[in-house]
């Protein structure tokens, strides 16, 4: 059975700390990950990863992904109260994408 | 400008009301695909579209239909709708299946329905 698992499913953390959240996946015929944010809306996309071992980078975020051993992890170095929000993970495989239950980041002023 | 839009927002219906939440999107995508949010379970997809005439299922199609008689709509069909079907749904769309396609998805602002 195909599927996306991310942890942890909920981080509080202050301004200005480093946070790492995972995203493993079960899926055949792989062909990309996705991370999205998700605010009180839409999930608004932040990066679609295809590599093993290449950093995508954007500001203050980052993401990698191992196709090896079948994980990516989304680093916000930083944080700001700004990306309080819900962090989703997602990996398509051509025909149907395949989401995690999200990471609920909290920062705290 | 580059958008998918979803309509209603919000619809309260009652057990049994066919009810049709429309989604449009004007970036000429192949891709097309409905999905479900609910609190703990993440998005799960109901119905995807590979282009116009072309649907299939996802993970949770049960008590929804589909079609994609033009390339730019997709409609989200509950016939007979039921309360575990109260849920956020959330249309999006994507280039198609080719070698340019990165496979981002542009979702819609979402449809919150309550089915009593």
């Known amino acids: 059975e195909d599927k996306v698992v991310q942890s942890p499913l909920s981080l509080v953390v202050h301004e200005g700390d480093t946070v790492t959240l995972n995203c493993s996946y079960e899926?055949?015929?792989?062909?990309?990950l996705l991370w999205y944010k998700q605010e009180k809306k839409a999930p608004t996309f932040l990066f679609m990863l295809t590599s093993s071992g290449i950093e995508k980078k954007s500001g203050r975020l980052s993401s990698i992904l191992d196709k090896k051993e079948l994980f990516s992890i989304l680093n916000i170095t930083a944080t700001q109260t700004g990306d309080s929000a819900v962090y989703l993970c997602?990996?398509?495989?051509?025909?149907?994408?395949?989401f995690g239950s999200g990471t609920k980041l909290n920062v705290k002023p | 400008e580059a958008q998918v839009t979803q309509n209603p927002r919000y619809l309260i219906t009652v057990t049994g009301k066919k009810l049709t939440v429309t989604c449009s999107q004007n970036?000429?995508?192949?891709?097309m695909s409905w999905y479900r949010q609910d609190p703990g379970l993440g998005l799960r997809q109901i119905y995807y579209s590979m282009n116009v005439e072309v649907t299939d299922k996802g993970d949770v199609p049960e008590g929804y239909k589909v079609s994609r008689k033009e390339k730019r709509n997709f409609p989200l069909i509950l016939e007979s709708p039921s309360p575990n079907q109260t849920s956020l749904y959330f249309c999006?769309?994507?280039?198609?299946?080719?070698?340019?396609?990165?496979?981002?998805?542009?979702f819609g602002e979402g449809s919150r329905l309550t089915v009593l």
């Open positions: 997602a990996v398509n495989n051509f025909n149907k994408f395949y």
């Open positions: 970036m000429n995508h192949e891709y």
């Open positions: 899926v055949t015929n792989f062909r990309s």
């Open positions: 999006a769309s994507s280039l198609g299946p080719g070698a340019a396609n990165t496979g981002e998805l542009f």
